[in-house]
């Protein structure tokens, strides 16, 4: 099963057409059935690992209220799967991964993107959380174990953006990204076409476009889930680029399709 | 800046090591978020009050939900709270990248511009900061027990940021 890294860029992408969504619909559709969903979002970004373990997991609108009042009516349905838990839960350890069944489920980075993949919602769904105290190292090595996933039907998925400055965004229509977000963009697609994932998990040391393009972790972690999963051999393929707001790349990347 | 936030800052100060800053100054910033919830909080239920406040499990969200704290500060203050635990919990554990999120937070609370930094983060700075304004603010909300409008009428913040960096190098 091929593994994708998305970048999932406003909330109002669920109720979106776009050549962003269309990729995202497009890619999913030239894969396998999944048995299940490991979902990793920017948006569950928490202290610790936990993993979704109700039965259907909720919909979680995690915007303010200057969205569409439809997004607020949005739900994505799909069930969770107890026996992805425990799968996910044996291959982590020694880290602790703890089951949450009632803080969290299925936030904006994840159904932003499912809506047009998966608009089904018909394929069991579980999310993993981010634990914000722990480096970029430990986030890789983690992703790392949970590998044999894919031999067993499941499509992990991270959801972020390689660049993402909210600070900086700029809603005027049509102005382009910055200089320094799309240098950044461009030089993390390089490393991932050259498989040079130590340069990606210690991107802070990659300079000034670096900081302003990652200045803090949550968005770009996911993508570290995804690269993980690469195998030798196994080369990475873009599923749609761009930017939004001038500092948030869209881009998405497979891994081994 | 009030008699008590200079004590706190001299105390942090007179630290050599920002895991002995993280062991002192986190409890003082948890002791301040209570302080602040019995100077915000309004006096009903008055029998209920100081129970509902000594026992509430995450004091500092709640200082957030008054805007004593605004978001960027909230999160550093978050951040910082991590540092001490995983300090505890796994001595010698990294937590450099959890400096330099909260440093961006505090920064950017100030101005949004402000993006990349002249100087290193500091974890003494940023929780000798937040000590700081929370303290300066737990004062105005004793003298007028209101919701008060953080970094409205406050002084240069970026400056005093920097300035505490420099104490804490």
């Known amino acids: 099963m091929p593994a994708a890294f998305f970048g999932h860029g406003s909330p109002a992408n669920t109720i979106s057409i776009n050549r962003y969504t269309r990729a995202w619909g497009n890619f999913a559709a030239t894969l396998p059935a999944p048995r299940a969903i490991l979902v990793i979002s920017a948006h569950w970004y928490v202290a610790g690992t936990r993993i979704s373990a109700a039965p259907r997991p909720p919909t979680i609108h995690d915007f303010n209220a200057h969205f569409p009042l439809p997004l607020f009516d949005f739900a994505y349905p799909a069930r969770g799967d107890a026996e ?17 069944a009632t803080t969290w489920g299925i936030d904006h980075g994840a159904f932003s993107v499912l809506a047009h993949a998966f608009p089904a919602a018909d394929v069991p769904l579980v999310a993993l959380s981010i634990d914000r105290s722990k480096p970029p190292a430990f986030h890789y090595a983690l992703a790392a174990r949970l590998a044999p ?30 200089d320094w977000a799309r240098r950044f ?48 051999g196994e ?22 399709t | 800046m009030t008699e008590r936030a200079s004590a706190f800052i001299a105390e942090l100060a007179a630290l050599r090591t920002d895991d002995a800053r993280l062991h002192a100054g986190v409890p003082a910033l948890r002791a301040l978020y209570r302080d602040v919830l019995r100077a915000a909080a309004p ?5 209920e009050r100081e129970r509902i406040i ?8 709640l200082v957030f939900l008054f805007g004593v704290l605004s978001e960027g ?7 910082l709270e991590l540092m001490a635990d995983v300090r505890i919990t796994e001595p010698g554990a990294p937590v450099a990248h959890l400096v330099d999120e909260a440093w961006y937070y505090l920064r950017t609370s100030i101005d949004e511009h402000w993006q990349l930094d002249d100087g290193p983060p500091s974890a003494g700075g940023a929780l000798g900061y937040l000590l700081l304004v929370l303290t300066e603010r737990l004062e105005r909300l004793r003298c007028a027990p209101q919701p008060v409008a953080v970094a409205q ?17």
């Not at chain 2, 000594?54 to 969200?61: H, S």
């Open chain 1, 235 to 256: 080369r990475v393929a873009a599923i749609v680029e761009g930017f939004a707001f001038r500092s948030g790349s869209m881009l998405s990347v497979s891994i081994g």
């Open chain 1, 185 to 232: 963009d461009e030089r993390a697609a390089n490393l991932l076409a050259m498989g040079d994932h130590e340069s990606l998990v210690n991107y802070h040391r990659l300079g000034p476009d670096a900081r302003l393009s990652v200045p803090t972790p949550d968005h770009y972690l996911p993508l570290l889930y995804a690269i993980a999963l690469q195998r030798s």
């Open chain 2, 153 to 169: 009428g406050e002084p240069d913040r970026a400056a005093l940021l920097r300035s505490l960096r420099d104490t804490f190098e």
């Open chain 2, 43 to 47: 006096p009903n239920p008055q029998y």
């Open chain 1, 84 to 100: 992805l838990v425990d799968r996910v839960i044996d291959l982590a350890g020694p880290i602790e991964v703890e089951r949450d």
């Open chain 1, 149 to 178: 996933l894919r031999d067993e039907g499941i499509f992990i998925m991270g959801s972020g953006n390689v660049v993402h400055n909210l600070e900086l965004a700029d809603p005027t229509a049509g102005a382009p990204a910055y």
């Open chain 2, 73 to 79: 500060e909230n999160e550093a203050a978050l951040l």
């Open chain 2, 54 to 61: 000594a026992q509430a499990p995450n004091p500092r969200e």
